[in-house]
Every structure is written in structure tokens, then in C-alpha cells.
């Protein structure tokens, strides 16, 4: 069920870089999306979600969706060692209230 | 802040055992959730659980895996008699309005 896809990566970057995460999804009936941080051996941590096109931000981070073509990005800003981890984006299937159905995550590595 | 509690963190079974998995969602949410998580592979749903019952439930969820909510705060995960690929990190989460909370996760190792 290949509905929510991702680069897995790893994708590493210096400190202070702009990261730029990217999903695509193939499923039309998905409306709201969210970002989860997963540190190693840890649960998703939400970062943010969204519901309609166009960007969101919060702090270092925005999440932007263009529904057009089916693509979803998260944007961290003046990324820091302690934003490495593996990011995830979900998507509810169906209603904001059913399962969410996961992107393989990609591993992000922010090099001191 | 409220935070989805799961308990152990960490448990070990041999095959065949009956494992529960246990969880404390965060007190005023209304749904409730497993998922687990394969090492190296993607989180994936197991059930749903919204009024005291099941509402929805994956493939996975075979007749080996049970839900209760047998209190108020509790929420636990049966599997009655484990396997080796019931191996894996499993995830209790509960949603506030479309934000889906999970908690730090219960490591099954079935050896």
C-alpha cells in the first residue's frame, strides 16, 4: 500500500542549512497531512499538520502542500545537530479521526 | 504537558507466550490507537478504537490480537500467543482534533 511515498535517504546536511523533506501521495481522499520527528528508537513526535494547500509555519519549520500534484514538504530553517532524526509524513485515511497511513520516513543527519 | 504513556518499555517473551501491552492515553481524547513499527519499516496501523469498541482494524489484527479499555484510563494490547514476527516497536496514540499523539513505544522482542 504504497499511498504515502518517500526518499528515504539519508540525507545529510552542515549545520544551519535550509532542509527540504519531500512526500508525494497518490490517494485523492487525503486532506489533512502531518510531520512527525522519530528519534531512534522512539515514538513520532507530531510536528505539525495541514490541512488545505499552501504553507504553514511554526518557528523553524514549514509544511507546505500543493494538492495538484499531490506534494508535501517540510522546510526546516537553520537546521541544528539536534534536528537529526527520521522524519515522517502521514496522512489520515478517510476522516482527521481514522489510521494514518506512513511514509517510509527520511533520515536526517545535520553534521555539526 | 499531557503525554501518552506506554508500558514496559521493553518486553521480552518467548514464542507462544501471551504478551500485554499496555497504554495511558492522554485523558480527554476520545480515539484511540495501535500501531507498530518493524525495525527498518514503516509505521503501520493495527486498530482503532473509538466508544468502547473496535472501529477499525488492519490485516494484521488477526484473531491472535485483542483491545480493552478495561477502565478510564487504560488502554491495553493483547496478543495471546506471540510469534517471531510479532517482533517489533509498538505505538499507542490517541487524537485531539486531528492531531495524533503517540506515545514513546513498547519494544516486543519474541525470541
Known amino acids: 500500500q504504497k499511498e504515502v511515498e518517500q526518499d528515504p535517504g539519508p540525507l545529510s546536511v552542515p549545520e544551519g542549512a535550509i532542509v527540504s523533506l519531500n512526500c508525494t501521495y497518490s490517494?485523492?481522499?487525503?486532506?489533512?497531512f502531518m510531520w512527525y520527528r522519530q528519534y531512534s528508537r522512539k515514538g513520532p513526535e507530531l510536528l505539525m499538520y495541514?490541512?488545505?494547500?499552501g504553507n504553514k509555519e511554526d518557528g523553524r519549520f514549514t509544511a507546505q502542500v500543493d494538492k495538484s500534484s499531490k506534494y508535501i514538504s517540510l522546510f526546516i530553517r537553520d537546521s541544528q545537530p539536534s534536528d537529526s532524526a527520521t522524519y515522517l509524513c502521514?496522512?489520515?485515511?478517510?476522516?482527521?479521526?481514522?489510521?494514518?497511513?506512513f511514509g517510509t520516513g527520511t533520515l536526517l543527519a545535520v553534521q555539526p | 504537558e499531557p503525554e501518552v504513556t506506554q508500558t514496559p518499555s521493553h518486553q521480552v517473551t518467548q514464542m507462544g507466550q501471551e504478551v500485554i501491552l499496555r497504554c495511558v492515553p492522554i485523558s480527554n481524547h476520545l480515539y484511540f490507537y495501535w500501531y507498530r513499527q518493524i525495525l527498518g519499516q514503516k509505521v503501520e496501523f493495527l486498530v482503532s478504537f473509538y466508544n468502547n469498541e473496535i472501529s477499525e482494524k488492519s490485516e494484521i489484527f488477526d484473531d491472535q490480537f485483542s483491545v480493552e479499555r478495561p477502565d478510564g484510563s487504560n488502554f491495553t494490547l493483547k496478543i495471546r500467543s506471540t510469534k517471531l514476527e510479532d517482533s517489533a516497536m509498538y505505538f499507542c496514540a490517541s487524537i485531539s482534533f486531528y492531531e495524533q499523539y503517540f506515545g514513546p513505544g513498547t519494544r516486543l522482542t519474541v525470541t
Open positions: 502521514a496522512a489520515p485515511y478517510g476522516g482527521a479521526t481514522n489510521k494514518l497511513i
Open positions: 495541514t490541512y488545505s494547500s
Open positions: 490517494n485523492s481522499a487525503f486532506q489533512y
